[in-house]
């Protein structure tokens, strides 16, 4: 170390902070506060211009060394004493704020020249990981949470203090969009660390103002963060502003697309923790559907998640919640969208409805038009599942299931679980089961599916 202004070549010094950190990775902290002084001499080494008609700076170079690798180390470094597994000492704790604030507030070249690291991903995720000193600001995150692991009530002031020095106005570096979108997908776990400074800040986080910003930053948000009350109460006026800017979300970097469709899904949380009504003036849900009508396979999608969600709340799940969810379901059978009912499919499945709630609707969904020319294999397949307790239904449901059939449909359903479900409604006692099964065992030999005629 005493001889460290003797280095020419940063390559060594990478080489260096890597060894070091598998050390510290070992438990190894007897020399943790002389490495911390190391790696602020590492970090006062700016990172490199490129100057056009000079050479490319190179980490192996003497005459144009590259410090860029040797800087992302220490952001490394920082990044495995905070690890869980590592448990460092809280004791170096201002060594660290010391050298996160160092390196958030530097040159970053890629960042302040908007210089993407992927030039065929243009996601700015992926280029605030993969830059040093945006990556930086995500260790400030960790550095926050690795404080609360050793003193649960500790106010953090370090976080809040050095990210409102790197969002001043006066700033010598601006925060760029990668910058804006790491903090967005990290403005969840800011709130827990300091929940008025957040509040603060909001305005500088997601800057209405400048629409790519925002864009990235409130996208980065709905993207990586499930829905959080708390959180939605600061947000409210962004998740409006989202609806009347739609287009500024899907046509943010990379995951635009999707990205509207996970506001959609956000809302319809909301509306089920009962945030907002279902509809009226003060529903962001039905403003939603209202902005995307022009894309009815929004529409679908969402109806398609929420039977999803359904589906995988088990057998048990809040009565006020069920309610909520039916409610839902008879809003949009009400708009009659056919594209969007024909994605009941998981709906059928979910066991936190009533087994017979579940099979009416599907009927009135069927009622209304031949829906899905493709598959049904899992919504037989759920009929058969059904059928002990449920006969007449199943058989209803399958009679109009196969009143859609024609030689041009290619439904597939599997004979071994659609048989049991005719066998039982032609032995049925009830005389409309019994006419609704052969009804739909001539739908199925009129189109050549002649694998139905034993039902043995």
């Known amino acids: 170390m005493a001889r460290r202004d003797d280095i020419a070549q940063p390559i060594y010094v990478a080489a260096m ?5 598998e050390l510290v990775k070992g438990k190894n902290f007897g020399n943790l506060d002389q490495w911390i002084e190391f790696w602020a001499w590492v970090l006062s080494h700016s990172d490199s211009e490129r100057v056009e008609g000079q050479p490319e700076p190179r980490d192996e170079s003497r005459d144009h060394p590259d410090w860029g690798s040797s800087r992302r180390a220490v952001v490394d470094f920082i990044d495995a004493c905070l690890n869980k597994d ?3 000492p809280v004791t170096i704790r201002d060594g ?6 160092q390196v958030c507030n530097q040159f970053d070249w890629r960042l302040d020249h908007d210089r993407p ?3 065929n991903r243009d996601d700015p995720i992926t280029e605030a990981i993969n830059n040093t000193r945006s990556r930086a600001l995500e260790s400030l995150v960790n550095f926050g949470f690795w404080i609360r692991r050793h003193l649960s009530e500790d106010p953090v002031p370090e976080v809040s203090d050095i990210l409102s020095k790197r969002m001043a106005g006066d700033a010598e570096f601006p925060l760029t969009r990668p910058e804006h979108a790491l903090l967005g997908m990290y403005f969840g776990n800011l709130c827990t660390l300091n929940r008025d400074w957040a509040i603060e800040q909001k305005e500088v986080l997601f800057p209405q103002g400048d629409q790519p910003a925002w864009g990235d930053a409130f996208g980065s948000y709905i993207r990586f963060n499930r829905p959080i009350k708390l959180t939605f109460e600061i947000l409210r006026k962004d998740f409006e502003y989202a609806l009347e800017n739609l287009n500024v ?3 943010t970097r990379d995951d635009g697309k999707k990205l509207v ?3 959609g899904q956000h809302l319809f949380t909301y509306y089920l923790w009962q945030v907002y009504p279902l509809t009226g003036a003060e529903s962001l849900l039905e403003r939603y559907y209202d902005k995307t009508s022009d894309d009815r396979t929004r529409w679908a999608r969402l109806f398609d998640h929420v039977g999803r969600s359904l589906r995988n709340s088990g057998k048990h799940l809040d009565k006020k919640l069920v309610d909520r969810a039916v409610a839902y379901f008879d809003w949009r059978l ?3 969208e056919p594209l969007e009912l024909q994605e009941f499919t998981f709906w059928l499945e979910a066991e936190c409805l009533e087994p017979e709630w579940r099979l009416r609707s599907f ?3 069927l009622d209304l038009g031949p829906g899905k020319k493709v598959g049904l294999s899992i919504e037989v397949r759920n009929l058969n599942k059904l059928l002990p307790d449920n006969l007449p239904l199943v058989v209803e449901c399958f009679a109009k299931i196969t009143d859609a059939l024609d030689q041009d449909t290619h439904m597939y359903f599997s004979a071994n679980e659609a048989k049991p479900i005719l066998k039982a409604g032609l032995n049925a006692e009830d005389p409309q089961v019994r006419e609704n099964a052969e009804r739909a065992r001539e739908n199925l030999l009129r189109i050549g599916r002649f694998d139905f005629l034993d039902l043995e």
Do not use: N
């Open 249 to 251: 979300l899907a046509g």
């Open 334 to 336: 009400d708009a009659a």
């Open 261 to 263: 469709d996970r506001l």
């Open 117 to 119: 690291v992927l030039l």
């Open 17 to 21: 902070v890597k060894a070091m950190q």
């Open 86 to 88: 590592t448990d460092a």
């Open 96 to 101: 660290l704020a010391r050298l996160l604030e």
């Open 363 to 365: 009927s009135k969904i």
